[in-house]
């Protein structure tokens, strides 16, 4: 239960109060519940989605936009704009992780936010008219799955900083157990897209996505600065969801 807990309260906005500091073997088993509290905002914007089945789809998508940016805290979201800021800029190494360490958002930074977010809203809105219940599994299997990329990339990829909190959740993530949650994951999100409207397809188009994503992103973060950081893995997490909503938009039209 701590565990879960440290996911939800590093997640989430919700305030989680943990009597005991988690140790560094704590955050590493908290990795394994990611893609379950992950399931969980998706669930929040099914609720969401299902409140507002009446209201005009760009209200509904404005709501589901605002839900999801709050309820995260918009963690990933910084890491995404630290990470464009970094990976784009010039300079060698050294150069994109002081980069990233800067508090400051520059203009390509500024600029990917903007544009994820106008994806998102895109396909919010285009859920929005789906039925609830094909909305619900879209919403679940995009922020379950992005968040269950963390696992991934902390499996098969070194963490290049020594110090802070992503470092101790790559070094104690228990790596068979991951994979397994991970398979756990896929298979929910097939078995799910199988027994909608989706169909089997779609959950494979889903999954197909959410690959695709993670490979590039992976490819980018190793190619420059030689492996993840808190950033980089918050820049995968967002593109991943966001692709994943947008195919879910594509497949349900």
């Known amino acids: ?30 990795l394994l519940f990611y893609p379950l509290v992950g399931a969980l905002l998706g669930a929040w914007l099914a609720l969401i989605a299902a409140l507002c089945a009446n209201l005009p789809p760009l209200v509904t998508a404005a709501l589901l936009l605002a839900a999801l940016s709050i309820a995260s805290g918009g963690l990933h979201l910084d890491g995404l704009a630290d990470s464009c800021d970094a990976l784009a800029g010039g300079g060698d190494r050294a150069r994109a992780l002081a980069i990233m360490r800067d508090p400051r958002c520059g203009a390509l930074g500024a600029a990917a936010v903007v544009v994820i977010l106008i994806a998102k809203f895109a396909a919010f809105t285009a859920l929005a008219s789906a039925p609830v219940s094909g909305a619900a599994i879209a919403f679940a299997a995009a922020t379950a799955a992005s968040r269950a990329t963390v696992i991934a990339l902390y499996a098969t990829t070194d963490y290049v900083r020594t110090a802070g909190a992503g470092s101790a959740l790559a070094a104690h993530l228990p790596r068979a157990a991951g994979m397994a949650v991970l398979a756990a994951t896929a298979t929910a999100i097939a078995a799910a897209g199988a027994m909608s409207r989706l169909g089997l397809g779609g959950g494979a188009i889903l999954l197909a996505t959410a690959a695709v994503a993670f490979t590039v992103c992976r490819r980018l973060m190793v190619a420059r600065i030689g492996g993840a950081t808190g950033d980089t893995t918050g820049a995968t997490v967002e593109m991943v969801e966001t692709a994943m909503l947008l195919a879910a938009a594509v497949v349900w039209r």
């Open 1 to 30: 239960m701590a565990a879960f807990l440290s996911a939800v309260q590093f997640l989430t906005i919700v305030p989680v109060r943990l009597k005991v500091k988690p140790g560094n073997a704590q955050l590493g088993r908290s």
